[in-house]
């Protein structure tokens, strides 16, 4: 089996002495089996690849399916201007060199695909490096290659030292990525990575590019495997070559994983024992065990609507990696859920600040639960972060942490009367102010809410109503009619307090 190539790899990996051009429209596909040598006064074949080493025949009419080399002789104006692929090397007279040398380029492509094929081919000792290898030497720029969360866990980079010697390595460390560069491809991520066909890439204020070609294995989004232009900018050539390399290196990374199988982050699997009620190691009951002043906080994350948000995974992967040990985290029924380590110790560093941060920039809401030590109740604390995630959604204003602590009340009067709508706990009173606020177009109900709220001082309401003093004893007074109740019952007082509370909770969901 032989690799067939075009007009544009032929002439960009020809000596540099070699004048060429280039006529007709561009190939963008691997269309050019090895050249013949065209035989006077023959026909041509379709998709074949012809050199000429004389004259053209005046009767001989260019083929739009087949490909031209002319060696040092002129392209006919007729076959200039016809559209067909035609390749023009003007100064080397020597025929059979150039054929030769042609055919050395297609030998040299024929091994390359046979390196990419032979490893694709092994079983137990199968190595997707060796695949980055050869790409890395082709392409003399680095290759990278991300997981589904978009950290880097494959590098392929070329290397050229002081005696011209070139160094092809690859490096499988994972490669932790700060915050500052997460963020800068937030804006980019959550479209490129629904991209299924190759496409070039560029981060904002760089020149650098990248070509770039997602990796969807069974149709799921598991990586992406991308070739940068550190060293020298993309040739022409590089593009078609590159496609035909991603297609390799599809099917090697789908057999890369399925025979990897990592061990899964103590965090994931402590999460899930705890949820699932299971027994731990010894292992990870110390790595969630208290320090002395430390407790526990559970959080739910939300994506902020309205907003480029980070994918869930990709979220998920960062909190694991910039806060290793002390957040335990795990993707569980579509959303992200865990619960940290925080210290009152002084003279630590605040991890909820960092969290905050991490958040904003992602553009993520937390629900927080109050602090607990005992984990066996971590269900309850889960609970508690999911009511404020559920009960104020993340639209883009919201408060990036929002805690269960300043939200307790709500909670213990929506599960009181859970089972009836806030019109049926409405009484006469209530009913006959809101009457009469929709009639006159007056808010004396909001002003009952906020005088209740002030304890019934009149200093404090008038301020907090922009209202004179004189002024708001007048609405005090009409109301006092419209309610026809005692407001110096603090029963009474309690009530209006209570359902307001459930009012304003009504008017949220």
């Known amino acids: 089996i032989y690799m067939n190539l075009n007009l544009t790899i032929i002439k960009d990996y020809l000596p540099s002495e070699y004048h060429t051009r280039l006529y007709g429209p561009a190939q963008d596909k691997l269309v050019c089996p090895r050249p013949l040598l065209y035989a006077p006064y023959s026909g ?22 087949c490909s031209f080399i002319f060696v040092g002789n002129q392209v006919p104006a007729s076959w200039a201007k016809s559209g067909a692929s035609i390749l023009q090397i003007r100064n080397f007279p020597d025929f059979y060199q150039v054929f030769n040398t042609i055919s050395d380029i297609f030998n040299f492509f024929d091994q390359w695909e046979n390196t990419l094929r032979n490893e694709l081919e092994k079983q137990a000792d199968f190595d997707i490096k060796e695949i980055i290898k050869a790409g890395t030497a082709l392409f003399q720029n680095d290759i990278s290659v991300t997981d589904h969360t978009l950290q880097v866990i494959l590098r392929g980079r070329s290397e050229t030292d002081r005696s011209g010697h070139t160094r092809i390595s690859v490096i499988d ?26 496409y070039i890439s560029s981060m904002e204020n760089s020149s650098i590019r990248s070509y770039c070609y997602n990796l969807y294995p069974q149709g799921h989004f598991t990586g992406c495997v991308s070739i940068t232009e550190l060293l020298h900018p993309f040739r022409d050539s590089d593009f078609v070559l590159a496609d035909f390399y991603f297609s390799y290196f599809h099917k090697a990374f789908e057999k890369y994983l399925q025979s990897f199988h990592a061990a899964e982050q103590i965090s994931v699997t402590v999460i899930r024992k705890l949820l699932d009620k299971l027994p731990m190691t010894a292992e990870e009951k110390k790595a969630i065990a208290l320090k002395k002043d430390e407790k526990y906080i559970c959080f739910k994350l939300q994506e902020r609507i309205e907003t480029h948000f980070m994918p869930m995974d ?5 909190l694991c990696t910039f806060f290793p040990d002390q957040i335990f985290t795990v993707i569980r029924h579509e959303q992200i859920i865990g619960f940290m380590k925080i210290s009152s110790s002084v003279s630590s560093p605040d991890p909820l600040f960092l969290f905050q941060d991490l958040l904003e920039k992602m553009n993520y809401t937390a629900g927080l639960s109050n602090y607990f030590t005992d ?17 104020f959604p993340g639209n883009k204003n919201a408060d990036t942490l929002r805690y269960f602590e300043n939200n307790v009340l709500s909670y213990m009067l929506s599960q009181c009367v859970s089972d009836m709508p806030i019109e049926a706990l409405t009484d006469s009173s209530l009913k006959r102010v809101m009457e009469y606020d929709r009639k006159k177009h007056t808010e004396y109900l909001y002003t009952l809410e906020i005088y209740l709220k002030n304890e019934t001082s009149i200093t404090r309401t008038s301020e907090e109503l922009f209202i004179h003093r004189s002024s708001l004893i007048k609405r005090i007074n009409k109301l006092k009619k419209l309610l026809q109740k005692d407001l110096e019952d603090p029963k009474l007082r309690l009530y209006y307090r209570i359902w307001f509370s459930l009012y304003r909770i009504s008017t949220i969901s």
Request: aromatic share 10%; charged share 20%; hydrophobic share 40%.
């Open 375 to 391: 984990l066996s109740m971590i269900h309850n604390f889960f609970m508690q972060a999911e009511y404020v995630i559920h009960h």
């Open 173 to 198: 460390e994972p490669h932790s990525i700060g915050l500052e560069y997460t963020e800068r491809i937030k804006n980019v991520c959550h479209l490129e990575r629904n991209i299924t066909v190759p």
């Open 44 to 65: 041509l074949t379709a998709h074949k690849l012809y050199m000429f080493p004389d004259i053209i025949p005046e009767t001989l009419s260019p083929d739009p399916d």
């Open 314 to 318: 990709y979220m998920h992967a960062l």
